[in-house]
């Protein structure tokens, strides 16, 4: 069987990091965050995450957040909840169904603490049963009642062996979770996505291109997509006219 991450080019680094926080998640809440400019390869380390997480047998919830959806209210918590929910109090189940329009309910919209207390109240089921990965892509985007909800949740984990993986795109201004607060929110690793070097960019382009790119073009590529490994490869669709093979993990 293939291994997770296998085929990931220029991020055996990044990607021990990432290896060494699902690993450390059973020990305790923490959270790692995949920070770096778009295209850069936050996405693919992320869905490197995931897989790694699963073939360990971890429990994932996830979702991809994305601007089309962000004032679509609760639409991320959704995503991670898209399973049958353990039992919860009366007024819980309510407004969980009502967010995540599981039933009618009549009368006023959701309470938000109500949604928060039931939103931690499924993680703490799911943790004693081993550890939890809550897998965010592209953070900057999520929905604002989303957003406040996990971020109640985050506060308030304790000592449960949940771990928060997120992508996050620089420049965004937002870390809508509060992971880099002061207080009992999970110990926080920051992991910055730079630019490939010119090696493993070359390595990158010649592995998913299906063009006959000579090196010197190779080089000029590296050198104007500023290691950006997206927008090399944009070039180089460009440049030869056929397709590119997608990165591991893309679809």
């Given at each position: 069987?293939?291994?997770?991450?296998?085929?990931?080019?220029?991020?055996?680094?990044?990607?021990?990091?990432?290896?060494?926080?699902?690993?450390?998640?059973?020990?305790?809440?923490?959270?790692?965050?995949?920070?770096?400019?778009?295209?850069?390869?936050?996405?693919?380390?992320?869905?490197?995450?995931?897989?790694?997480?699963?073939?360990?047998?971890?429990?994932?919830l996830s979702c991809r957040?994305?601007?089309?959806?962000?004032?679509?209210?609760?639409?991320?918590?959704?995503d991670l909840f898209d399973?049958?929910?353990?039992?919860?109090?009366?007024?819980?189940?309510?407004?969980?169904?009502?967010?995540?329009?599981?039933?009618?309910?009549?009368?006023?919209?959701?309470?938000?603490?109500?949604?928060?207390?039931?939103?931690?109240?499924?993680?703490?089921?799911?943790?004693?049963?081993?550890?939890v990965i809550v897998a965010?892509?592209?953070?900057?985007?999520?929905?604002?009642?989303?957003?406040?909800?996990?971020?109640?949740?985050?506060?308030?984990?304790?000592?449960?062996?949940?771990?928060?993986?997120?992508?996050?795109?620089?420049?965004?201004?937002?870390?809508?979770?509060?992971?880099?607060?002061?207080?009992?929110?999970?110990?926080?690793?920051?992991?910055?996505?730079?630019?490939?070097?010119?090696?493993?960019?070359?390595?990158?382009?010649?592995?998913?291109?299906?063009?006959?790119?000579?090196?010197?073009?190779?080089?000029?590529?590296?050198?104007?997509?500023?290691?950006?490994?997206?927008?090399?490869?944009?070039?180089?669709?460009?440049?030869?006219?056929?397709?590119?093979?997608?990165?591991?993990?893309?679809?």
């Amino acid at each position: 069987m293939e291994q997770p991450g296998h085929g990931i080019v220029g991020r055996e680094g990044e990607l021990a990091r990432v290896q060494s926080f699902i690993g450390s998640v059973s020990e305790g809440p923490s959270a790692l965050l995949l920070e770096g400019a778009a295209g850069i390869g936050k996405t693919t380390l992320w869905h490197a995450g995931v897989s790694i997480a699963r073939t360990r047998g971890l429990r994932v919830l996830s979702c991809r957040a994305a601007a089309s959806e962000a004032r679509l209210s609760y639409a991320a918590l959704g995503d991670l909840f898209d399973f049958e929910l353990p039992d919860l109090p009366a007024p819980q189940r309510r407004a969980m169904d009502a967010a995540l329009l599981r039933a009618e309910v009549e009368g006023a919209p959701p309470d938000q603490r109500a949604v928060s207390v039931a939103s931690l109240g499924v993680l703490r089921a799911l943790d004693t049963s081993g550890p939890v990965i809550v897998a965010i892509d592209d953070v900057q985007w999520l929905d604002a009642p989303s957003a406040r909800v996990l971020a109640f949740v985050v506060r308030r984990l304790e000592d449960a062996p949940i771990g928060i993986l997120v992508a996050l795109r620089v420049g965004s201004g937002g870390d809508p979770l509060g992971l880099g607060q002061a207080g009992p929110a999970p110990s926080l690793h920051r992991v910055a996505i730079g630019p490939l070097r010119e090696e493993a960019m070359i390595r990158l382009l010649r592995d998913r291109t299906q063009g006959d790119l000579t090196h010197p073009i190779l080089l000029r590529l590296h050198r104007i997509s500023e290691g950006n490994p997206f927008f090399a490869l944009e070039i180089a669709r460009a440049l030869t006219g056929q397709g590119v093979r997608p990165a591991p993990g893309e679809p």
